[in-house]
């Protein structure tokens, strides 16, 4: 199990800095989009496509959005 969560964290990482779903999927080991998506989805709590969303947002607009997650 610490090899999968170390492997997300790994692809977390990657779409936090803007690299592709797809790019990630070959950089982080993942057979295709639907094991990468389950793995995050348990072990980080969001979907590929929502932490690529959050790094193409400026930092304010994280912020706002987060506010309402987090106080």
Known sequence: MARQIERARSATLLL???????????????????HLTRSLTRFIGQTPAELLHHSRLPHSAVHRERKDIWP
């Open 16 to 34: 936090q800095q803007g690299v592709s779903i797809p790019d990630t999927i070959l950089e982080a080991g993942y057979y295709d989009q639907p």
